[in-house]
């Protein structure tokens, strides 16, 4: 059974910070996992993604430099660190694991997904 389960999400001001956390289950873990967001009424969209082996990470425009994406492979667990925050940060965050082709900024991707958790900024 593969399960991704998220946490960390929450209501925050504009300018704080939130870290939000995805464990896994199963051998999904072995993959590039990859934060995707959903706000209302728009499509989900890429935030950012990390290799296997952490080497490689990549980042949406809109939050590069101000979001830092990690994980820890004992814990199987991957972070998405999250700074500088604003309004338009407002979003259903996912974790999802990557199948191994494809691009990492394309959820298409993306075989198996957690329930997402909710990042709310006030301004």
């Known amino acids: 059974q593969v399960q991704l389960v998220e946490s960390g999400g929450g209501l925050v001001q504009a300018g704080g910070s939130l870290r939000l956390s995805c464990a896994a289950s199963?051998?999904?873990?072995?993959?590039?996992m990859g934060w995707f967001r959903q706000a209302p009424g728009k499509e989900r969209e890429f935030v950012a993604a990390i290799s296997r082996s952490a080497g490689s990470t990549f980042y949406a425009d809109s939050v590069k430099g101000r979001s830092t994406i990690s994980r820890d492979n004992a814990k199987n667990t991957v972070y998405l660190q999250m700074t500088s925050l604003k309004p338009e940060d407002t979003a259903v965050y996912y974790c999802?694991?990557?199948?191994?082709?494809?691009?990492?900024?394309?959820?298409?991707?993306?075989?198996?997904w957690g329930q997402g958790t909710q990042v709310t900024v006030s301004s």
């Open positions: 999802a694991a990557k199948a191994p082709l494809g691009s990492a900024s394309d959820l298409r991707f993306y075989n198996y």
């Open positions: 199963g051998r999904t873990f072995s993959n590039t």
